[in-house]
């Protein structure tokens, strides 16, 4: 419609945190690398989303499998005290 105005959008883009895995080169993310993995996972326990956490899409899911594994072999706890 010609008469309506078009409504002002809000850009806020930041630049996004690079993936420390891809800048390390590394292939494959261990589970039984805890203390990589603990940076990974918050306080609480939970999985630190990826938005967050700066990983690219392929990493964050090899780190979320690895912090699975890590925790079935009791490495890391499912949830804190």
Do not use: W
């Not at 590394?26 to 993995?37: C, E, I, M, P, Q």
């Not at 594994?69 to 706890?77: K, T």
Request: glycine share 4%.
């Amino acid at each position: 419609m010609p008469g309506k105005p078009k409504r002002a959008t809000k850009e806020r883009r930041t630049k996004r945190k690079p993936c420390s895995f891809c800048i390390e080169k590394a292939v494959d993310v261990s589970y039984r690398d805890v203390n990589r993995l603990r940076k990974y996972v918050s306080e609480r326990g939970k999985i630190v989303p990826r938005r967050i956490s700066g990983n690219c899409a392929k990493h964050q899911r090899m780190l979320t499998v690895a912090v699975k594994r890590a925790r079935l072999i009791a490495f890391l706890p499912f949830v804190s005290e």
